[in-house]
C-alpha cells in the first residue's frame, strides 16, 4: 500500500470527496470574490464614492483586483503554466482571501475613526452585502486551500508521477 491511499473505506471516500469540495468551493469562492469587486464598483458609481479622494480610487481598484482574482481562480491554468498552476491557482487564492480580509478591516477601521479622512456611518445593505461577500470569499477559499493542499505537495506528487510514467501531468489537483 502506498501512502497516498487512505487505509479505511472512509479515509477512501473523504479523499474522493476532497476534489469535489475544492473544485465547489473554488467556484463559489471565485464568484464571492467578484460579487466583492461589484458592491465596490456599484458604491463608486452609484453612491458617488468616485469622488471621495483616495476612497474612491480604492474602490475602484478593489474591483479591478476582485475581477482579475476572480478569473485567476477559474481559467484553465493547466494549459499555460503546466505543472505550476495548481501552485498558482492557490496564489490567486490567497489574493481573493487578502483582497477580501483587507477589504473588512478597511472597512470597520472607516466606521470606527476614519480611513484616509473618509468615515463610514452605518451599516447600509450594500456594505452589508460587501461585508456578506467578503466573508464568504474568505472562508470559501480557505476551504479551497484546505481540500486542495498547499500546492507544493501536489506539485511533489504531480513530478513523481510525470517521472515515473514519461510524461507530465497537471498540479492542480482539480485536473485542470
Do not use: K
Amino acid at each position: 500500500m502506498t501512502i497516498d491511499q487512505p487505509s479505511t473505506p472512509a479515509g477512501r471516500f473523504g479523499a474522493q470527496r476532497r476534489p469535489t469540495i475544492a473544485r465547489v468551493a473554488l467556484y463559489l469562492g471565485a464568484l464571492a470574490v467578484l460579487a466583492t469587486g461589484v458592491a465596490h464598483v456599484q458604491q463608486f458609481y452609484a453612491d458617488d464614492y468616485s469622488s471621495v479622494p483616495t476612497i474612491g480610487t480604492l474602490f475602484y481598484l478593489n474591483f479591478v483586483s476582485a475581477v482579475l482574482i476572480a478569473a485567476g481562480l477559474v481559467a484553465p491554468l493547466g494549459r499555460i503554466a503546466g505543472r505550476y498552476a495548481g501552485v498558482i491557482r492557490n496564489a490567486f487564492a490567497v489574493a481573493g482571501i487578502a483582497l477580501g480580509a483587507l477589504s473588512l478591516v478597511a472597512l470597520f477601521v472607516s466606521e470606527s475613526s476614519g480611513l484616509f479622512g473618509f468615515q463610514e456611518h452605518g451599516y447600509r445593505t450594500p456594505i452589508a452585502l460587501a461585508i456578506v461577500f467578503e466573508v464568504a470569499a474568505v472562508v470559501l477559499l480557505v476551504i479551497f486551500l484546505a481540500a486542495n493542499g498547499t500546492g507544493l505537495q501536489t506539485l511533489r506528487t504531480s513530478s513523481r508521477r510525470g517521472a515515473s510514467a514519461g510524461g507530465t501531468s497537471s498540479s492542480s489537483g482539480l485536473g485542470y
